[in-house]
């Protein structure tokens, strides 16, 4: 598929003014120079860069912040070199206008303080690809070391700490700049050959507000492909090289302001939108027939999130939606048979129009649920179940006869506890609840003029679908455009539209189209009993279509979805629309627009039950007032059994990150669906509440068929832990080490009772990340529990280096970064959270591989990734990628998986098949069949080729890309066959 850049471009807005656009590109994406001059007399090694020689020296600066589309960094840092015969000196200034922020700079570890790191590559390191890496903190610290990338995981480098004889280094704090300046011994880097250019790249992390920044703008510091060049002769060469990029990021910045006009471009003017943005009319306003709108039962009351923004966390004050999430219109009267109801009247012309509903709570300390229902012209419409950060946006269409439309809203007054979580969670929705409805715009248009409104109504929600226009003109939007079928075949054109499918896991995007070999008039998918099932196609339309149905027949097992696009960071400042998660068809828009591709999935799962054969099912397809086409599905059932492997997936599942605690047997539930079996719980055993809540939750987990082992997070004592962190103690009081080993007691106590699940536990997260003497404390803690408690399985979250060391005491190893998870002993059950590896990537086939032929062909696991749920904005580049599932909206509070999720699920299905033809080669060799034998040999050569073939680590994937899709479709054949044959021979 073609990548097009769209309205993120920012080539397409600079003006031809200093630079032309070309030549303003062409100068920020070359390669920075800097100026190394040779000096008389040793520069002094003092923390000051304003005498001494140094004055006399050219400053470069412009940093950027790292992974970004060249944006200036708030704070800037600025260097200076030079040499003679003995040193490498460098001088820099790092601006820090809140002098607090380097206060106690002492106490924390070099690589989360704030730091200055210089990366050096002479011209004989470019032939072998290694590089020196010096970095110094703000309390003096130095890290020097020898650094090359791995070949085989692009992105991830190798450091090898060197020492450091002859290096001087010396920091010091002004009043709005803190310095570093350093003499590097040429003997540490190789020898003093100034005859050839060396490459550098200079980085900041700055600790309060975490932040990087670096002179030449790469992905990471280390990402020496884009390190700037040092040059030791030709110093006008390098200054103007230095104006000319200085000069063009300027105007790069200045240009922007072009683009961000764009996003808020109108293009679509307004007669009937209400809510708080240009060219809407007010939303709160009641009803006047001068005015033609309003509520009838008067006005009603706002809620801005201005109002409360100072009031808020810090990281919550960011959350700004633009003018339309911002401000909500509520009201709380009149109050009959416990409900709030209000109607808003439109009179408008007779017709055909489509309505559009904006409903989301912003971060509020007033509120964070709301539950109400929606009628129009007296008919009811859909239910809402609003919660923090999602914004529901839902379309429908409806027919006005009489001169006027009426939308009437209607909520409860109370949100009563609900029975699956009235023990665990008793009053909690209570407590936040907003009674009545919440809106933040309705907006009507003509039906007819659906698809110009509805570009426009992007344009008024950018905030919500993307991000502030303000930053987002600092990213490049990437627009997957594939070419056009030269023709579509005469029963496409009939239809209006032509449906194409490619390999599960491919995703499609609406520029995708189709090879005329990938047109589809029939699906087709098999499985075996149990299975879930999940048959994806992308539907273009050809022209308009209105009001699209899909009505499965001889399938009761599946239903109609969609996979939902969101806007997604994909690195270097650059984004996309990616398909993100899955959601059910009924709740989504039902128009279909000319030339935009959707991507459609049927979704469910074989009953067990199944018989071996084939269902002859059909999707029938009925866009209104046109007659009902029909695909036909042809689903075969395998007959044959799978071999499960007991396998943990699921992550680590805190209460609270936004989510109801009314709501978790929903989530429960969910997780059964999509095989999410494994969790972390965590718990405080100081909280009087804390045992209590912990089991009930476990109690509605076992409702829901998610029937554990569970692993706890047990907390230390707080205060201790964080004297412990701080360096203020080297031990763990005795108490805490007793208070722990009551908590060990009672897990096996519980274990005892009849249908208790296994509790495994943990404590002291990624304590080898955290140094000494934390990492010791914990070691020390478990080894008391298991010499204690030895029948206690016991977890850890893990490095390969680390583990090492933990290993007599740690159960269950929840390990991250491995290389090769061949070489792990898996005499223990392993685990492994993938985290970004698995959940930041765009691409859906992370989860496969994860969970499908990584496991099946190294022995892990298990994949429990941070975290399982926490509440998150509708836009990928306003939040953290850490969530397996999503909560929505609209049709009332529900909560639907990630793609990602979902393809993790089939790859736990690879699993099996695999495992299920293992075991039937194992039993064919056994065998006193001459054709078995020869037939498992083949298969095993050919799973042989399989795992040569296969990286067994996510690392690398992460680093180079994952299989494409064709190839895990592939695998899957190439097992299913092999099984089939195997079983045939079995015959007599």
């Given at each position: 598929m073609n990548k097009a850049f769209g309205f993120g471009a920012i080539l397409l807005f600079l003006a031809a003014s200093l630079l032309s656009a070309q030549e303003t590109m062409s100068v920020l994406r070359s390669r920075r120079l800097v100026y190394c001059p040779q000096v008389s007399a040793p520069l002094p090694i003092e923390g000051q860069v304003s005498s001494g020689g140094w004055e006399a020296l050219h400053a470069s600066g412009a940093f950027v912040k790292t992974d970004s589309l060249w944006l200036p960094f708030p704070v800037q840092t600025s260097v200076k070199i030079a040499r003679d015969k003995d040193f490498l000196y460098l001088g820099m200034q790092m601006e820090e206008p809140e002098q607090k922020n380097l206060l106690g700079r002492e106490k924390f570890s070099m690589w989360s303080n704030d730091t200055i790191e210089v990366f050096l590559q002479t011209a004989e390191d470019q032939d072998t690809g290694h590089w020196y890496h010096l970095a110094v903190d703000s309390a003096g610290r130095i890290y020097w070391a020898r650094e090359n990338e791995i070949k085989e995981l692009q992105g991830t480098y190798h450091s090898e700490k060197k020492p450091y004889p002859g290096l001087q280094v010396a920091t010091s704090l002004g009043t709005t700049h803190w310095y570093v300046t350093a003499a590097i011994p040429v003997a540490l880097l190789g020898g003093s050959d100034?005859?050839?250019?060396?490459?550098?790249?200079?980085g900041r992390t700055r600790r309060v507000p975490f932040a990087n920044s670096s002179w030449s703008r790469t992905k990471s510091f280390q990402d020496y492909r884009n390190f700037g060049q040092m040059i030791f002769a030709d110093e006008q060469r390098a200054l103007d090289n230095e104006k000319a990029y200085t000069t063009?990021?300027?105007?790069?910045?200045?240009?922007?302001?072009?683009?961000?006009?764009?996003?808020?471009?109108?293009t679509y003017d307004w007669?009937?939108?209400?809510?708080?943005?240009?060219?809407?009319?007010?939303?709160?306003?009641?009803?006047?027939?001068?005015?033609?709108?309003?509520?009838?039962?008067?006005?009603?009351?706002?809620?801005?999130f201005e109002e409360v923004r100072q009031n808020l966390r810090p990281r919550l004050q960011v959350y700004d939606f633009g003018s339309l999430g911002n401000q909500l219109v509520y009201s709380d009267g009149p109050v009959k048979d416990g409900y709030i109801s209000n109607n808003f009247q439109i009179d408008l012309p007779n017709g055909k129009y489509k309505i559009h509903l904006l409903a989301g709570l912003f971060p509020s300390t007033r509120t964070t649920a709301c539950q109400f229902s929606l009628s129009a012209q007296g008919q009811t419409v859909q239910d809402f179940a609003l919660v923090n950060l999602h914004y529901a946006r839902y379309f429908f269409p409806v027919e006005v006869q009489d001169g006027k439309l009426l939308l009437s809203f209607s909520g409860e007054t109370d949100f009563p506890d609900r029975p699956g979580t009235a023990a665990y969670a008793p009053g909690s929705m209570a407590k936040t609840y907003t009674p009545g409805w919440a809106i933040n715009a309705i907006v009507v248009y003509p039906y007819s003029e659906r698809v110009a409104a509805e570009a426009q109504l992007q344009r008024d929600e950018v905030e919500i679908l993307r991000h502030l226009p303000e930053e987002l003109a600092n990213y490049q939007e990437v627009v997957p455009q594939d070419p056009e079928l030269a023709e579509y075949p005469e029963s496409c054109r009939k239809a209006g539209f032509a449906i194409f499918s490619r390999p599960l896991g491919e995703r499609l995007y609406p520029g995708s189209r189709p090879l005329a070999k990938e047109l589809q008039d029939s699906l087709h998918i098999r499985a075996v009993a149990g299975e879930p099932l999940y048959l994806s196609f992308g539907f273009l339309p050809l022209r308009d279509l209105p009001n699209v149905s899909f009505t499965l027949t001889g399938a009761d097992f599946l239903s109609v979805n969609e996979a939902v696009p969101v806007a997604w960071p994909l690195g270097a400042g650059k984004y996309a629309r990616e398909p993100w998660y899955l959601d059910e068809y009924q709740y989504l828009d039902q128009d279909f627009t000319q030339g935009q591709t959707r991507y459609i999935w049927l979704a469910g799962a074989l009953p067990e039950e199944t018989r071996p054969g084939t269902i002859n099912a059909a999707l029938q397809i009925t866009p209104a007032d046109q007659e009902t086409f029909t695909l036909p599905l042809k689903i075969e059932v395998l007959p044959f059994t799978v071999q499960k492997k007991p396998f943990g997936f699921g992550g680590y599942n805190p209460a609270g990150y936004g989510r109801p605690a009314g709501y978790e047997d929903l989530l429960a539930e969910t997780c059964r669906k999509y095989s999410l079996n494994a969790h972390v719980l965590y718990m405080n055993p100081k909280n009087e509440d804390s045992w209590p809540q912990l089991l009930e939750r476990i109690k509605i987990y076992q409702r829901a068929g998610v029937p554990g082992p569970f692993v706890v997070y047990c907390s230390i004592d707080d205060t201790q832990e964080t004297r412990l962190k701080n360096k203020k103690i080297e031990k763990l009081p005795d108490k805490v080490l007793a208070d722990q080993l009551a908590v060990a007691k009672r897990f096996l106590e519980l274990m005892q009772e009849p249908g208790f699940p296994e509790l495994i536990y943990t404590a002291m997260d990624e304590a080898h990340c955290k140094g000494e003497p934390y990492w010791s404390e914990q070691i020390r803690l478990f080894k008391t529990i298991k010499e204690a408690y030895p029948k206690l399985r016991l977890a850890a979250s893990e490095s390969e280096r680390s583990y090492k060391r933990s290993a007599p005491y740690v159960d269950l190893p929840i390990v991250f970064e491995i290389p090769d998870f061949r070489t792990l002993d898996y005499s223990k059950t392993v685990w492994s959270y993938p985290n970004q590896c698995m959940l930041e990537v765009a691409d859906i086939n992370a989860g496969r591989f994860c969970t499908g032929w990584?496991?099946?062909?190294?022995?892990?696991?298990?994949?429990?990734?941070?975290?399982?749920?926490?509440?998150?904005?509708?836009?990928?580049?306003?939040?953290?990628?850490?969530?397996l599932l999503v909560q929505l909206s609209v049709g009332g509070y529900r909560i639907q998986p990630r793609l990602v999720i979902i393809m993790g699920q089939v790859g736990i299905w690879d699993q099996y098949y695999v495992q299920t033809l293992q075991n039937k080669i194992t039993a064919a060799q056994q065998s006193s069949s001459p054709a078995r034998q020869k037939l498992a040999a083949e298969l095993q050569?050919?799973?042989?080729?399989?795992?040569?073939?296969?990286?067994?680590?996510?690392?690398?994937y992460y680093h180079n890309g994952y299989w494409p899709a064709s190839t895990f479709v592939r695998l899957r054949e190439i097992v299913t066959e092999g099984i089939l044959k195997l079983d045939a021979l079995e015959k007599p």
């Open positions: 100034w005859s050839k250019s060396w490459r550098v790249n200079f063009a990021l300027n105007q790069f910045q200045q240009e922007k302001g072009q683009l961000i006009a764009s996003f808020k471009a109108r007669k009937y939108a209400f809510g708080r943005h240009d060219g809407y009319r007010p939303l709160e306003a009641g009803y006047s027939a001068a005015n033609g709108y309003g509520w009838l039962e008067g006005q009603m009351k706002t809620h801005s990584l496991p099946a062909l190294t022995g892990l696991n298990g994949i429990v990734p941070w975290m399982l749920f926490s509440q998150r904005p509708d836009s990928g580049l306003r939040s953290s990628p850490w969530t050569d050919t799973l042989n080729l399989i795992a040569e073939g296969c990286r067994p680590s996510y690392m690398y």
